[in-house]
């Protein structure tokens, strides 16, 4: 916590000292379960330390390179699987699919768990260590569970993870795996979002909840700390998100506002907010204003599949900040993105992931990303980590005689023997 210097409220601007701890006050005081906190850094006193050589000398390749950005104590233990580092591939063919000059794919399934929850939940395991505690809980659909449960085991740590209905079973099976004790609640996430906060209190575990936990986020910041230094201090054109409560681009966005005021970028990109159109709540907020109105969700991208998102005005703000724009996408479109992403670029994206790569499309489609930009998509998920999503979007392999009776003219009609 050397360089954090306060907790500021996103609602009424006010500052609050950082409790080493992370625990007590999550929220503004003031505002209430809508003022959320946002950490503040010296970023004076960072950049007297933090400077593009000192990096280029750094051999750390996780996110773990960022140590004097992220609000841990200096000896704190850290989680020892792999997090962040992970790689920005150009994707030429992908590119000339969507119609942009360059596209680039930060693949976040390549981090521990197979997502860029990875990035808050380390940092969850951290706290939960510093703070004596030794279980740590989470209520999620998915990827910020098996991320949580997952970090745990790799720091000793218990977790009790509560489910509401409805997740994929590879993600749940990740939590059986990783020893996590798996409630299924049966009720609404909000339901077990509830309970899972009430039993975390009453038996003193670690809340890991990314939306009002200020601390948590800022592990989300280093996928932008990344992006700006992987690509050599120049920023791209536009950086493309899905959005379900809205702390993944606020955090990427934040990461890119940082390396500005340590004065190691100059231009910044405009960040794209991509969300289905089964649940846009935060692209409402954007186009109409804020506070959103609660949606029942309706989508396949189960990650971004939120109704009551907590992070919408941190959200709007990062994309109004950076010139950006809010786009929804269809689950056909959604679909369609995961096969061509695998197809082009060989990439593998869950569909909440593949949704950024969709949302690309249509924003150039409709004029808002010129044709000759520099775009990088944020591929959030491993695509394994929701089989049946993806084998209804890309159908069953051909059935053939060991033989090989039809083969030849399966290859013809695939076009692999013409010419
Ligand atoms: C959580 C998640 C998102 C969106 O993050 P928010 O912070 O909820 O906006 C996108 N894609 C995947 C795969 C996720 O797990």
Aim: glycine residues 12%; positive net charge.
């Amino acid at each position: 916590m050397e360089f954090v210097s306060s907790l500021q409220c996103v609602l009424c601007d006010r500052l609050y000292p950082a409790r080493a701890s992370g625990l007590g006050t999550r929220t503004c005081p003031r505002c209430g379960i809508e003022g959320i906190l946002e950490v503040q850094f010296d970023y004076q006193a960072v950049a007297r330390r933090l400077t593009r050589r000192v990096l280029a000398a750094r051999a750390e390749r996780s996110q773990w390179r960022y140590r004097q950005l992220l609000p841990i104590g200096p000896a704190s233990r850290l989680p020892d699987l792999a997090v962040g580092w992970t790689p920005l591939t150009p994707a030429p063919a992908l590119a000339r699919h969507i119609g942009v000059g360059a596209l680039l794919l930060k693949d976040e399934g390549r981090n521990a768990t197979g997502s860029l929850k990875d990035r808050a939940s380390a940092l969850g395991v951290v706290k939960a260590r510093e703070a004596r505690r030794k279980v740590i809980a989470c209520a999620s659909t998915g990827n910020a569970a098996s991320s949580c449960a997952g970090m745990a085991a790799s720091m000793g740590l218990r977790s009790v993870i509560f489910l509401p209905e409805g997740s994929p079973e590879p993600k749940v099976t990740q939590l059986l795996i990783f020893g996590a004790t798996v409630l299924r609640v049966r009720g609404s996430y909000e339901q077990a979002y509830l309970l899972c906060q009430q039993a975390s209190e009453r038996w003193g575990w670690y809340n890991r909840n990314c939306a009002i936990n200020p601390y948590l986020v800022e592990g989300k910041k280093t996928a932008g700390l990344e992006i700006g230094e992987q690509l050599g201090w120049e920023a791209p054109d536009w950086v493309a998100v899905s959005v379900g409560d809205g702390c993944t681009i606020a955090g990427v966005w934040k990461g890119f506002r940082e390396w500005k005021a340590l004065g190691l970028m100059e231009r910044l990109p405009r960040m794209l907010g991509v969300q289905p159109e089964g649940a846009a709540p935060v692209t409402a907020c954007f186009r109409e204003g804020g506070p959103p109105r609660p949606v029942e969700p309706h989508t396949m991208a189960d990650s971004i599949a939120v109704g009551a998102p907590r992070n919408w005005k941190k959200a709007v703000r990062a994309v109004s900040e950076s010139g950006g724009a809010m786009i929804e996408v269809s689950d056909g479109e959604i679909a369609e993105a995961m096969r061509y992403t695998g197809r082009l670029a060989g990439v593998f994206a869950e569909p909440a992931a593949a949704a950024s790569v969709a949302g690309l499309r249509r924003a150039v489609a409709g004029g808002i990303v010129g044709r000759r930009s520099a775009a990088v998509a944020l591929i959030t998920g491993n695509g394994l980590k929701d089989v049946r999503s993806a084998k209804s979007a890309v159908g069953e392999p051909f059935e053939i005689p060991p033989d090989g009776a039809g083969l030849e003219d399966i290859l013809a009609r695939q076009e692999i023997l013409a010419g």
